[in-house]
């Protein structure tokens, strides 16, 4: 008897499995359903309200109207309300939790809508304060024009005169004169920055730092790590170098290197390398076609752009945005460009670098779900753009593009290569001043963020601050206000940048000559750049991408090896 009731009992329990197992399954199934269905019923609403919202964007930019401005920001608030439904987040959240959703492709949008979804998980009121407040601030930058004396100076004219003009009255005149933006807009960055904090604070995160980064799928910890190494890896260097810039300048200006402040390093905020090499790299690029040369270019290595040209807005004109951006109006293939070239180093590199952006968004493969048509991190298109940018300081480049003869490279190498590295350690210095202050900034908002401004630049940019001067400089950065908790990305993509160059050089080119590179002619390239980081598109965690593109996870050891060693 004992026996048959052991038996029955595990009869009942394992009929009992099956139908648990059955109903599960079932469950499943009906939760992958209900997903698929979701997400059909939101994209009918998320692509003609996201491809309208791009546009607008675009127009305002262009024409710098009032009225332009006021239909991008009443738009954004309508898509960002989207994100917002509670009603479709519980249902994501429901999902999520559920571990039903075990398909690779629904899996990856279900952990992109949740992270979309939760950032907007706010009171709609306050939604369409903080986005009105951003364009309000936006529109003010982008409108600004400095003023020295009786001139109104565009930005092209005031890098003019910080780069050549050897008059320090004139170029502390320029340089005061371009932070008036900074105290323009400054009182209502605070109030921006408090605002994005109760929101963040309302979803569950510390602050808006935080929830930046873990909403874009990184670990504050892991890149504070990162921020750290960088710190380590590069200060002595850059201190070598900072002493042979003050060197220089100070017989450049006839005054001690103690006498140098920040006017006299050629920017705004030093985030440059100044031009202390004897090279002039502007005087290959005079009367050259900058646009023609990047259409060519791109063409020659497998990614052409000239359809993304013709759709872009690259010259000046008046209350046009000043600075340079790549926008993907509609994840479908419309992707534009807005420059204000003129035939010099700095815009070729801004082309180069803005259609490195355009070709990523253009090569994504068009069959992933429209969700995933996004690269895989912010921070990997900006490897691409970088990684092309560095080119137009180049002289394998020069010679292979733009036709400079082989002596005239050969005379330029060795001062290039330096202006190269001496721009990627300053950069490094200058992108450690920004992430830390944004993330100082969102702890404390109340603090003295002028002395914690000086403070930043004085340690890692080793710049004096001027004397007795407490203004709101650190405002005059329209990343604090309009692209918060982003500019650390610029530097992981120069990490990246690197690792990938290393790869396509020894993998793909087939060389151990790290520097004489120009992928000139080269279709291989563009054909590995496109199918092993452009087609995937946000189909993995980026991490995953990266270590599938170059064999290994994101790592600074390439940036160290090209720059620093």
Known sequence: MKTLTLCLTALVLATGLLFTGCGSQNK????????????????????????????????????GKDEDYKKAADLEFELNKLFSDKTSFEKIKQLKESGDITDALLSRQLTVLYNAFLGNQMDTVKMKEIIDMETEIEKKFNTFRAVVGKDTLTDNKIEEILRNSTNSEELKATWLATKKSGQNVAADVIVLVKKRNEMAKDLGFKNFHEMKLKLSEQDPEEIEKIFDELDSLTRDGFAKLKDEMDTYFAKRYKLK???????????????????????????????????????????????????LIQKSDLKEKPGKNQHAFCTDIDNEGDVRVLCNVVDNEYWMNTMLHEYGHAAYDKYIDRSLPFLLRDPAHTFTTEAIAELFGR???????????????????????????????????????????????????????????????????????????????????????????????????????????????????????????????????????????????????????????????????????????????
């Not at 359903?33 to 305002?60: G, H, N, R, V």
């Not at 023609?292 to 000239?306: A, E, H, L, Q, W």
């Not at 890692?460 to 407490?470: C, E, F, S």
């Open 257 to 307: 290197k103690e006498e140098l402040m920040p006017w006299h390093y050629q920017g705004r905020f030093f985030q440059e390398a100044p031009k202390i090499y004897p090279v002039d790299l502007d005087k290959y690029y005079n009367g050259k076609d900058i646009i023609k040369i990047t259409d060519d270019y791109y063409k020659s290595i497998g990614m052409d752009v000239s359809d």
């Open 391 to 565: 080119f137009a300081t180049n002289p394998q480049w020069l010679k292979d593009v733009v036709g400079i003869s082989d002596e005239e490279k050969k005379a330029i190498e060795e001062n290039t290569n330096k202006s190269l590295r001496l721009q990627m350690l300053v950069f490094s210095r200058w992108s450690q001043v920004m992430y830390r202050f944004e993330k100082a900034m969102y702890e404390n908002p109340d603090q003295d963020l002028n002395k914690l401004w000086w403070d930043l630049v004085e340690k890692y940019q080793m710049l004096k601050r001027p004397a007795d001067r407490n203004e709101p400089d650190w405002a005059s950065k329209i990343h604090i206000a309009a692209y918060p908790c982003y500019y650390h990305n610029y530097l992981l993509g120069e990490l990246f940048a690197s690792q990938l160059h290393y790869y396509m050089t020894k993998n793909i080119l087939k060389s151990e000559d790290y520097h004489n590179q120009s992928y000139a002619g080269n279709k291989e390239i563009g054909k590995y750049l496109t199918e092993k980081v452009f087609m995937p598109g946000a189909k993995y965690y980026w991490n995953d991408m990266i270590e599938k593109a170059t064999g290994e996870k994101l790592t600074a050891k390439y940036y160290a090896k090209q720059f620093v060693e």
């Open 28 to 63: 499943k199934e009906e939760n992958m359903k209900e997903f698929e269905a979701f997400i059909k019923d939101f994209e009918s609403k998320l692509i003609p309200l996201y491809k309208e919202t791009a546009l607008a964007s675009w127009e305002a930019n262009i024409s």
